[in-house]
């Protein structure tokens, strides 16, 4: 019997930090969303985020946060928003919200949704409220599916990175709210150390 794949999620410290952004890169390249040698403006404002299998120390997924103002973030940046939302935006606090993106894993790896719990308990544990995010349109409508949340659309969708994405903005508190009427086991995935991904199951 071939033994179970062990998984070590964690925020990437100095020593990691390279393996996080190669990885990222690599990934990116492969799928044709960056060019070899292509310049990423985001790296000295990002916090990242990695799992590694166990024993070997593999890194096999990746995903970070940006810290920009507002505007400069690349959701803002590359995509028409509506002008409400950006009054919105505007009444966010400048230490209350975070872009998340480079969210890729190796193929063969199911690792994707303890990625999403490793960033949304540092956003909680950094009194995070809001991610800013856009999703690759065929995404979004699977994070709705497994989410039962939608996530607020905040602009026009745009070909972006090679593909129709959407901008988006995640309110963390109404999602965590929402998961836990109508998908508790997924909830206590999110948000409880010791609950595994086959109890959310």
């Known amino acids: 019997m071939e033994a179970k794949e062990e998984y070590c999620f964690s925020v990437v410290g100095d020593t990691m930090l390279n393996d996080a952004i190669t990885m990222h890169h690599q990934r990116y390249q492969e799928v044709g969303f960056f060019k070899q040698g292509e310049d990423d403006p985001y790296v000295d404002h990002s916090k990242y985020f990695i799992v590694q299998t166990e024993p070997e120390k593999k890194v096999v997924g990746v995903t970070r946060l940006i810290f920009m103002p507002m505007d400069e973030l690349p959701s803002i940046r590359h995509f028409k928003i509506f002008d409400d939302e950006k009054l919105k935006l505007a ?19 199911d690792v994707g949704l303890g990625l999403i719990r490793t960033v949304l308990n540092y956003s909680i544990k950094n009194n995070l409220t809001h991610w800013v995010c856009c999703i690759d349109e065929r995404v979004y409508r699977y994070l709705h599916r497994i989410f039962k949340f939608p996530f607020e659309v905040i602009g026009e969708p745009n070909v972006y990175l090679g593909s129709k994405t959407i901008p988006c903005l995640l309110d963390l508190k109404e999602c965590l709210e929402t998961l836990k009427v109508k998908r508790k086991k997924l909830y206590d995935y999110l948000t409880e150390e010791d609950y595994t991904l086959e109890d959310a199951k």
């Open 91 to 109: 009444g966010l606090e400048a230490d209350k919200y975070a872009e998340i993106s480079a969210f890729t894993k190796m193929p063969q790896h």
